[in-house]
């Protein structure tokens, strides 16, 4: 079993950032990426980033610009800095854990809510 529970969400004003994390217990020998999503009102579930457990980077073509993902081994803890926040970054952010061997996501967090004003 693997716990994931994320943090640092909040209201922000457009043109803003924050800093996301995902603090992961668990089982964590068996995982072998984490990525961050997020879904908005009425939207299906997004992928943003992922990154695997030797630090090897994915980003969504669409939202590479303003996202950056890493991690603290030390802290167990996976980030996600947001630059230049815009209103329709609106939504909840979730991180998610792909395990060993079947490479599937069953693992989620609750989600943390990002609101941007304009």
């Known amino acids: 079993q693997v716990q994931l529970v994320e943090s640092g969400g909040g209201l922000v004003q457009a043109g803003g950032s924050l800093r996301l994390s995902c603090a992961v217990s668990?089982?964590?020998?068996?995982?072998?990426?984490m990525g961050w999503y997020r879904q908005a009102p009425g939207q299906q579930r997004e992928l943003i980033a992922t990154?695997?457990?030797?630090?090897?980077?994915y980003y969504a073509d669409s939202l590479k610009d303003r996202f950056t993902i890493s991690r603290d081994n030390g802290k167990n803890t996976v980030y996600l800095q947001i630059d230049t926040l815009k209103p329709e970054d609106t939504a909840v952010y979730y991180c998610?854990?792909?395990?060993?061997?079947?490479?599937?996501?069953?693992?989620w967090g609750q989600g943390t809510q990002v609101t941007v004003s304009s």
């Open positions: 998610a854990a792909q395990i060993f061997p079947t490479y599937t996501y069953p693992y």
């Open positions: 668990g089982s964590m020998l068996s995982i072998y990426r």
């Open positions: 990154i695997t457990d030797y630090g090897a980077t």
